[in-house]
């Protein structure tokens, strides 16, 4: 074969690779970038005190029902459909809402007794912004919590906690910012209950 004939079958040899690294690119797209990961931060400074808690209350884990139970940021489009749920693909809580609302909680229980007397049972009933128009969203948090007696001297305490705020900004930051507000909102609530229901 001629030095003509090796030029030649290289360049179709070249051009077929680069045709197989083409459709290989197009076969296997991409991987999509990891999502950015959230918690609730520092509690606020300027919080209520639990120094007026009553002494002898253990903390549960947090319940939620089945879809509140992921790392997902879900928002609802109340302008369009306010039957349609979706979640952001690049943000995500570093843990399910539930049990990040037990640590936010449990930080402000440190001194209480792991097996107290009363046990203080909460569920994370609604967590999510909800858009009202393209540029104006609003979040919403909802606790349920039960104080009970485990000596069985007192009915058991009952409060649902509910916190509709303005997000800071109608996407993915502004339901991060205002859900972690509207928890501390929540958690602000029940402090101030709790001596009250025991």
């Known amino acids: 074969m001629t030095m003509r004939g ?3 079958m290289y360049r179709l040899f070249a051009a077929c690779l680069l045709a197989l690294m083409l459709a ?47 790392p997902e940021i879900r928002y609802r489009r109340a302008d369009h459909d306010a039957t349609m749920v979706g979640v952001y ?38 967590f999510e912004q909800v858009f009202l128009s393209e540029d104006d969203a609003v979040v919403r948090a909802q ?16 409060q649902l906690f509910s916190v509709e705020r303005s997000a800071p900004s109608a996407d993915g930051a502004g339901a991060v910012k205002g859900l972690v507000a509207a928890v501390d909102e929540v958690v602000e609530d029940i402090l101030r209950w709790l001596p009250n229901a025991e």
């Open 89 to 126: 693909t690049r943000r995500q809580w570093v843990a399910p809402p539930p049990t990040l609302l037990t640590a936010r909680l449990s930080a402000h229980l440190a001194d209480s007794e792991h097996n107290g007397r009363f046990h203080l049972y909460l569920e994370l009933a609604n």
């Open 6 to 8: 090796y030029i030649g």
């Open 24 to 70: 290989a690119c197009s076969v296997f797209p991409d991987t999509p970038p990891r999502p950015e990961l959230h918690d609730f931060g520092a509690p606020p400074a300027d919080g209520v005190e639990p120094s007026g808690l009553p002494g002898g209350i253990a903390l549960r884990e947090a319940d939620a029902p089945m879809w509140l139970r992921g």
């Open 143 to 158: 606790v349920r919590a039960t104080l009970l007696d485990t000596a069985g001297d007192r009915a058991p305490r009952r």
